[in-house]
T-cell receptor
Framework: TQLLEQSPQFLSIQEGENLTVYCNSS?????LQWYRQEPGEGPVLLVT?????EVKKLKRLTFQFGDARKDSSLHITAAQPGDTGLYLC?????????????FGKGTKLSVIP | EPEVTQTPSHQVTQMGQEVILRCVPI?????FYWYRQILGQKVEFLVS????????KSEIFDDQFSVERPDGSNFTLKIRSTKLEDSAMYFC?????????????FGNGTRLTVT
C-alpha cells in the first residue's frame, strides 16, 4: 500500500509570511499532483510535477518534486488570506489504461490578515 | 469553463437502502472516476471507467458498488445496500486521457449520510 504523508497537518500564519508544506512517501510515483480544496467543494488541480528534481512556479507558489520522485514540497511566498484552504498532494500510479491517485491527508492552511 | 457536475449535493438514506449518485463529466472527456472521502480522512480512489467498462478498481469497490454510463452524458455510482460506514463525500472526476499528465477535474461531490 502506498502512503503519502503530508506535514504539517495544520498551519496558521500571518499575512506576508512565507511557508513550506511537505509531502513524503517511501514509494516512487509516476507524477505528483498538488490540489487545493475549499470546504464543500472538490479538489482543484494546481500543478503536476513529473520529472525528478522538477520545479514549477505558479505566481507565489513554488512546487518541487524530489530527485527520487518520492517527495514534494509546496512553498508559498508572502502568503495572503486568499491562500487559506486545504492543500492536498496526490501521487499518480499509471495502471492499465488509466491512473489512480493516492492522496495525502492534506495541510490545512490559515492565513490571518 | 466546463465543469463536472454532481447530483444530489446531499443524500440521506437508511441503512440497507440503495442509492444512486449521479455525475455529468465534462463533455469531451473519456475517462471517468469515483473517489470518496470519509469525514476527517483522505480522499480514496474507488474506480476508473473508460469505453463503457471498468479500467481499475480499489479494494473498497466491492460487490455492493457498481458504475454505469447509462447515456452519453451521465456517469452513475450505485451502492446496493448501504452501510453506516458508506457515509462519506463521493467525488466524481473526469479526464481527457488516461495518462497521469491528463489532469483530473473533480465535481463538488455528493455528501452521503447513511442512518
Amino acid at each position: 500500500t502506498q502512503l503519502l504523508e503530508q506535514s504539517p497537518q495544520f498551519l496558521s500564519i500571518q499575512e506576508g509570511e512565507n511557508l513550506t508544506v511537505y509531502c513524503n512517501s517511501s514509494s516512487v510515483f509516476s507524477s505528483l499532483q498538488w490540489y487545493r480544496q475549499e470546504p464543500g467543494e472538490g479538489p482543484v488541480l494546481l500543478v503536476t510535477v513529473v520529472t525528478g528534481g522538477e520545479v514549477k512556479k505558479l505566481k507565489r507558489l513554488t512546487f518541487q518534486f524530489g530527485d527520487a520522485r518520492k517527495d514534494s514540497s509546496l512553498h508559498i511566498t508572502a502568503a495572503q488570506p486568499g491562500d487559506t484552504g486545504l492543500y492536498l498532494c496526490a501521487g499518480a500510479d499509471s495502471g492499465a489504461g488509466s491512473y489512480q491517485l493516492t492522496f495525502g491527508k492534506g495541510t490545512k492552511l490559515s492565513v490571518i490578515p | 469553463e466546463p465543469e463536472v457536475t454532481q447530483t444530489p449535493s446531499h443524500q440521506v438514506t437508511q441503512m440497507g437502502q440503495e442509492v444512486i449518485l449521479r455525475c455529468v463529466p465534462i463533455s469531451n472527456h473519456l475517462y471517468f472516476y469515483w473517489y470518496r472521502q470519509i469525514l476527517g480522512q483522505k480522499v480514496e480512489f474507488l474506480v476508473s471507467f473508460y469505453n463503457n467498462e471498468i479500467s481499475e478498481k480499489s479494494e473498497i469497490f466491492d460487490d455492493q458498488f457498481s458504475v454505469e454510463r447509462p447515456d452519453g452524458s451521465n456517469f452513475t455510482l450505485k451502492i446496493r445496500s448501504t452501510k453506516l460506514e458508506d457515509s462519506a463525500m463521493y467525488f466524481c472526476a473526469s479526464s481527457v486521457r488516461g495518462d497521469h499528465n491528463s489532469p483530473l477535474h473533480f465535481g463538488n461531490g455528493t455528501r452521503l449520510t447513511v442512518t
